[in-house]
């Protein structure tokens, strides 16, 4: 589903009205959106952003993502954590507390990562200064308390996840069949059936081993929890405020 279809959906206009219920006397809210490995966060948190700025206050949004607090790819390496991109201790959790702590107060610098190089990329950085909403989307969320005023948990069953994300896979193996600078250049010399079963063992390997063990956490601390069915569709959503 595109991020216009989801933008559209009610259900998806009443989570933003939620949101806009909580937002403090002063300083920004900030909003984590948080699931597994392909669920969809960035389509979403798009979706989101785009409500949030509708409404009659016409708030400003900014959105960023927490893949920017990954350790750069030469740390992972000399700490032998390659294979372990993506599971906590891949992050640097504290820098990411800091940087929403310090943008309820005035700017923060946000690193970024490309999804080009697979590496923190310094030219992506920006610098955030005193939004109304800021929604931050990706993994490593499940910190409690979690660092946010509202966690917004992305949920589907785990076959959906598994398809999602070797069409994923698929997708970024067919855009580098022209940029040899993509990381899934790599794997081109793999035809298409020996890459989505290449994308079967990462999910069995790495990433599903992260979603029951670590970020299905942040499904208990979530005050809100978004079902997703086939095609991304908006199935249900379980409010938590208050509990």
């Known amino acids: 589903m595109s991020a216009l279809a989801v933008a559209s959906d009610p259900r998806l206009t009443a989570v933003a009205g939620r949101l806009r219920d909580r937002r403090p006397a002063a300083g920004p809210l900030v909003v984590g959106l948080t ?77 970024a990562y490309s999804h080009v190089t697979y590496d923190i990329d310094p030219a992506l950085a920006r610098t955030v200064d005193s939004p109304d909403v800021l929604i ?30 070797a069409d994923r896979f698929i997708g970024l193996w067919r855009a580098a069949e022209h940029d040899p600078a993509s990381f899934y250049a790599r794997f081109r010399n793999m035809d298409e059936a020996g890459a989505r079963a290449f994308a079967g063992m990462v999910w069995a390997g790495i990433n599903l081993p992260n979603l029951r063990e670590h970020i299905s956490r942040a499904r208990a601390l979530a005050q809100l929890v978004v079902t997703k069915g086939p095609g991304h569709v908006i199935a249900a959503v379980e409010e938590r405020f208050g509990a």
């Open 35 to 111: 699931g597994s490995v392909a669920s969809g966060k960035s389509t979403f948190a798009a979706s989101l952003q785009q409500a949030v700025a509708a409404w009659p206050e016409r708030p400003r949004v900014e959105l960023v993502c927490t893949d920017g607090f990954l350790r750069p790819n030469a740390e992972l390496d000399a700490a032998g954590l390659t294979n372990r991109k993506g599971f906590p201790e891949s992050y640097d959790v504290e820098a990411l507390r800091g940087a929403l702590a310090a943008v309820r107060a005035g700017p923060a610098v946000f690193p």
């Open 136 to 165: 931050v989307e990706g993994l490593s969320l499940q910190i409690d308390p979690p660092p946010v005023d509202v966690l917004i948990y992305l949920q589907a069953e785990e076959a959906l996840l598994e398809t999602w994300f």
